[in-house]
């Protein structure tokens, strides 16, 4: 009992974990757009075009885990990899790039 409580509270905080990670990436992005971050220009583009294949990829690693009749968290472990992977390389990407200087980026 103490182990499946355990578990649930670890798949709670990754999924905290992914959701602070997604806003850093809103908020470089959000202060990218308004000229106080650096970003390429191609950001929105990007924005839009990396959604799908992580989305994809998550929901087919999750649905493999279901279907191999996989544990509650091991679900969400599934569900949640490729969504981490995805935001964290984007939150560090676009943290080395700093802010604006207007000295050009």
């Not at 974990?17 to 806003?23: D, I, P």
């Amino acid at each position: 009992m103490f182990e499946m409580m355990l578990a649930w509270q670890r798949s709670a905080l990754r999924v905290a974990s992914l959701t602070a990670e997604a806003q850093q990436v809103i908020a470089y992005r959000a202060l990218g757009f308004s000229g106080l971050w650096s970003v390429e220009p191609s950001e929105s583009l990007r924005m839009v075009t990396e959604k799908s294949p992580a989305l994809m990829q998550s929901w087919w690693s999750a649905s493999r885990a279901v279907m191999g009749g996989a544990a509650p968290e091991r679900v969400i472990s599934a569900w949640a990899t490729p969504l981490e992977r995805k935001a964290r390389s984007n939150r560090k990407r676009l943290q080395r790039r700093g802010p604006n200087t207007g000295f050009g980026s």
